[in-house]
């Protein structure tokens, strides 16, 4: 009796931790920024989720083809990295609802914000915040694609 209690717990476990992933897993896709001048790819890396620049109407020099670099990067060290593919959301993890725990990098100002995101249908609601989360400004995605680009 107690064997078979011990896998009904184990099976059901098991089902609650699958779709709490599937669930967490919906933020993954190519996401359109605010102001429609960025794509943002958001993907899932051992347990966190990651965003990088995929495309951005001034993402590359005049030839068209190289990229502009993160020239406003506080980082000094960090400057010469390209903005194509650049990662910009890093370590959020999912939990009840929100992926939380990360960072969001603005490349415009070259700062680092703490951030916190919530889905809603096909938009994102993504808020950067010093401090408290209080302080701070929530800009809507919307939803591109649910494929990923290479």
């Known amino acids: 009796m107690f064997k078979l209690l011990f896998i009904v717990v184990l099976v059901s476990l098991s089902n609650f931790l699958q779709a709490q992933n599937q669930e967490a897993d919906k933020i993954i896709g190519i996401w359109q920024t605010t102001d429609k001048k960025g794509h943002i790819e958001i993907f899932k890396y051992d347990k966190y ?39 910009l ?29 919530k889905l809603d249908n096909n938009r994102l609601n993504v808020r950067g915040y010093i401090g408290f989360s209080l302080i701070g400004r929530t800009e809507v995605w919307t939803r591109k694609s649910n494929t990923t680009v290479k």
């Open 89 to 117: 959301l890093r370590n959020f993890s999912y939990d009840d609802g929100a992926w939380e725990n990360g960072e969001i990098y603005d490349p415009k100002n070259g700062k680092t914000y703490k951030c916190t995101m």
């Open 49 to 87: 989720y990651f965003g990088k620049l995929i495309w951005a109407d001034e993402m590359y020099e005049v030839d068209g083809k190289t990229s502009k670099k993160d020239v406003n990067n506080e980082d000094v060290s960090k400057r010469n990295r390209n903005l194509k593919n650049l990662v």
